[in-house]
């Protein structure tokens, strides 16, 4: 029987890479299955056949039902699978990583373990958002505020671009018919980038919970990526949509960040951010060394990694040399 480092595994390099993926498919009210390597949905209008392989998040809404075989196929493939509510706007819960190697989970814990480091991809992480600004003297209150201040400013110009009345944020968890068309779209937007960046931030093995800017929370660091493209693509979008018309804006919010999303290629620049975050020396993004090797490795002294499958006891003679 084969030990873990020497199975063949499925990588990024077999299978379509979480960049090249579909940003996230919302399916309800269906039964999902397998054929072959494809999941299939079908409902009351017939049956559609999905590559699982090019999937990136699967949202599975109200009244749907997955077996164990679309399960098995959607794991094999690396897709992220997770559970939500009405309109997508509750998570319930997901799981499955593409990548089986823990070099960035490693970098990630590292710079997480030390405040000076942290704020540093903090400051980083709205230097992304802000381009403009320069936050290295900025303290993390001193952050918060000016995003505060650059978020409300992205909402008064979003409205008077689209002619949209702006009365505020307002949104009541549970809710999500209580709100004004254009904040039903920044909800939908919203919960669907949070997908996005989740499906993202597992398939590359990060931990979803060790957040720079956000904290406490089991999707911490799954916030801190989504909002790094609230102000350019999710707000935005959601006032182009309510602009449109006041009627079914969720779904249709939806449907219109999937395709800006596939325009914008942010499944990639999601990626790249996140190991230039993580991995400041990291090779170029597409490199064969960019993908960081899939193998087990044992701890040693003085940072030495060995190579595993390997008895390391020594006999009285050889501790003698020690």
């Known amino acids: 029987m084969s030990t873990v480092g020497q199975r063949p595994a499925l990588t990024p390099r077999h299978l379509t890479r979480t960049a090249e993926r579909l940003s996230f498919i919302y399916l309800e009210r269906c039964t999902i299955h397998?054929?072959?390597?494809?999941?299939?949905?079908?409902?009351?209008?017939?049956?559609?056949?999905?590559?699982?392989?090019?999937?990136?998040?699967?949202?599975?809404?109200?009244?749907?039902?997955?077996?164990h075989q679309a399960m098995s196929v959607l794991g094999?493939?690396?897709?992220?699978?997770?559970?939500?509510?009405?309109?997508?706007?509750?998570?319930?819960?997901?799981?499955?990583?593409?990548?089986?190697?823990?070099?960035?989970?490693?970098?990630?814990?590292?710079?997480?373990?030390?405040?000076?480091?942290?704020?540093?991809?903090?400051?980083?992480?709205?230097?992304?958002?802000?381009?403009?600004e320069d936050p290295a003297r900025l303290t993390?209150?001193?952050?918060?505020?000016?995003?505060?201040?650059?978020?409300?400013?992205?909402?008064?110009?979003?409205?008077?671009?689209?002619?949209?009345?702006?009365n505020g944020r307002n949104y009541t968890p549970g809710d999500f018919a209580s709100g004004d068309p254009v904040n039903q779209?920044?909800?939908?937007?919203?919960q669907c980038m949070y997908g996005v960046a989740h499906a993202v931030v597992a398939s590359l093995g990060c931990?979803?919970?060790?957040?720079?800017?956000?904290s406490g929370h089991e999707l911490s660091f799954v916030l801190d990526i989504a909002d790094l493209y609230k102000t350019d693509i999710g707000i935005p979008l959601a006032f182009d949509v309510a602009a449109e018309a006041?009627?079914?804006?969720?779904?249709?919010?939806?449907?219109?960040?999937?395709?800006?999303?596939?325009?914008t290629r942010l499944l990639e620049r999601c990626v790249n951010d996140i190991k230039g975050l993580l991995l400041p020396n990291a090779p170029e993004p597409g490199s064969e060394a960019s993908e960081p090797p899939d193998r087990v490795t044992l701890q040693s002294d003085r940072g030495?990694?060995?190579?595993?499958?390997?008895?390391y006891g020594m006999d009285e003679q050889e501790a003698a040399l020690w």
């Open 34 to 67: 397998r054929d072959a390597n494809a999941i299939t949905a079908e409902d009351a209008d017939g049956t559609t056949h999905i590559p699982s392989a090019t999937i990136g998040t699967l949202l599975l809404g109200p009244g749907t039902r997955i077996t």
């Open 185 to 190: 779209g920044i909800t939908a937007a919203a």
């Open 76 to 132: 094999e493939t690396g897709a992220c699978v997770a559970w939500v509510g009405e309109h997508g706007v509750r998570y319930y819960a997901g799981g499955r990583a593409l990548s089986r190697s823990a070099a960035l989970v490693e970098a990630q814990a590292t710079q997480w373990a030390n405040v000076r480091s942290r704020i540093a991809v903090a400051r980083a992480m709205y230097r992304i958002r802000f381009p403009d």
């Open 140 to 166: 993390r209150h001193e952050l918060l505020g000016r995003e505060g201040t650059r978020v409300k400013e992205c909402y008064r110009a979003q409205a008077a671009r689209t002619g949209v009345p702006w």
């Open 207 to 214: 931990s979803p919970g060790l957040g720079f800017v956000h």
């Open 246 to 263: 006041e009627e079914d804006v969720g779904s249709r919010t939806r449907r219109a960040l999937r395709d800006k999303i596939n325009e």
């Open 304 to 311: 030495l990694l060995v190579a595993s499958g390997v008895n």
